[in-house]
Each structure stands twice: as C-alpha cells, then as structure tokens.
C-alpha cells in the first residue's frame, strides 16, 4: 500500500513540476527546423581537363640524353627548366637551398 501510495505522489510532483517549470536544454527543448537550402554540387577534381603535362612530355623530359652526363642537383634543375616552359610548376629543392631553412623554421 506505501508502495502505491508513494508512485501516485511522485506522479502528481512530476506533474505539477513540468506545468510549472517547462523543459529547458538542449536536449529537452523542441526541435527548430532549420530552414531547407538547396543542395549545391561541388566540382570534383576529376571534372576539370587535365592541366599538367601529358605521359608522352613527361617521358621526353625525365629521359632526354642531355640530362644524362649532369649531376643530379643539374638534371632537377633542368627539370624544373623544362617543366616551366610547359607552364608547370616543379616543386624544385636541393639539400642546402636557400627555401629549406625557411620550412624548418616555419
């Protein structure tokens, strides 16, 4: 008989409380629609033209035989040479270059 007596009070206070102080948080608060915008496709990277140099001018710079007597700090140098009057940016870097104690530092 306690037992029963006890839920219907606590059934009561639970209902006096949630008329009088109402739900607060996150969690507990009704959720706002956010206002629908319309999906906009992103540009994959495989939908733009290739830029860079084709396989065939690839292969003519990495394997032309003036390259071949240089040293390798000249054949990079070269090939960056190459590249750029391709209109392609070489990523050209030797040990001991003036850029390299500017990335450590960075």
Not at 3 to 18: G, K, P, T
Not at 29 to 37: D, K, W
Request: glycine share 4%.
């Amino acid at each position: 008989m306690r037992h029963s007596i006890a839920r219907a009070f606590v059934a009561c206070l639970r209902i006096i409380l949630a008329a009088l102080l109402p739900a607060t948080g996150n969690r507990r608060a009704e959720p706002i629609a956010a206002p629908a915008q319309p999906c906009v496709p992103t540009a994959g990277p495989w939908t733009k033209p290739w830029t860079g140099p084709s396989s065939a001018d690839a292969r003519a710079i990495f394997r032309a035989e003036e390259t071949t007597p240089l040293t390798p700090r000249q054949r990079e140098r070269r090939f960056a040479i190459e590249f750029a009057a391709r209109g392609v940016e070489y990523p050209y870097s030797y040990p001991g270059d003036q850029f390299s104690a500017l990335h450590r530092s960075a």
